[in-house]
């Protein structure tokens, strides 16, 4: 299975600045996921980067907030800008394996609190 | 919409004894299944994927899928107090699409 890090792994930060979320792969994949989730809830996928593409996000996600770029089949970033205490949460990054299941894998996670 | 749905628990059980955690999905479309467990404060950590009818063991771990009853369900034996976690259920529906329940908290007592 792919092995993913994540940097950094918490952060404190004021509200009105910008924090951007590094996620490395081991291993060349197609498709990144960022996930937010919120202290006893579920994940909540924020976007799905393809590398060579514009991300895909969900609704109620936009770019302007949650700009994301995937410069390589190893490497992205996820930009949560203009912080608001609403923002506190665990960011995921996450990866398909190149099996034929599609199994995800999770990153250990940036946990961010905005003040 | 595409739905998984888990109960959120907690389920508690003594140590030793067999867990059974269930999960229902909306599509019938759906190819694979995955069951995640989360340690507080901890990522999801996928243990277990089954991807056709019937029966897949790892371990203490059992995995069951129903299709006809759109139904998957995650037994575990000899649950331990390390067991003690949140489970997650998910779903690939195609399309790159990954749907995850809510997750069932489990509690094994010592």
Redesign the interface.
């Given at each position: 299975?792919a092995v993913i890090s994540q940097k950094p792994s918490r952060d404190i930060c004021q509200r009105g600045t910008s924090l951007t979320i590094q996620c490395q792969v081991d291993s060349q994949v197609t498709?990144m996921f960022w996930y937010r989730q919120q202290p006893g809830?579920?994940?909540t996928l924020i976007a799905?980067a393809n590398q060579g593409s514009e991300a895909t996000y969900e609704s109620g996600f936009v770019i302007d907030k949650f700009p994301i770029s995937r410069p390589n089949l190893t490497f992205s970033t996820l930009t949560v800008s203009n912080m608001s205490p609403e923002d506190s949460s665990?960011y995921?990054c996450s990866v398909?394996d190149r099996g034929p299941?599609?199994?995800?894998?999770?990153?250990?996670?940036t946990r961010l609190t905005v003040t | 919409q595409k739905e998984v749905e888990q109960n959120s628990g907690p389920l508690s059980v003594p140590e030793g004894a067999i867990a059974s955690l269930n999960c229902t999905y909306s599509d019938r479309g759906s190819q694979s299944f995955f069951w995640y467990r989360q340690y507080s404060g901890k990522s999801p950590e996928l243990i277990m994927f089954i991807y056709s009818n019937g029966d897949k063991e790892d371990g203490r771990f059992t995995a069951q899928l129903n299709k006809a009853s759109q139904y998957v369900s995650l037994l575990i034996r000899d649950s331990q107090p390390s067991d003690s976690a949140t489970y997650l259920c998910a779903v690939y529906t195609g399309g790159f699409k990954t749907i995850f329940g809510a997750g069932t908290r489990l509690f094994v007592k010592a």
């Open positions: 299975s498709m809830q579920s994940l799905t665990i995921l398909h299941y599609y199994e995800q894998y999770f990153g250990p996670g | -």
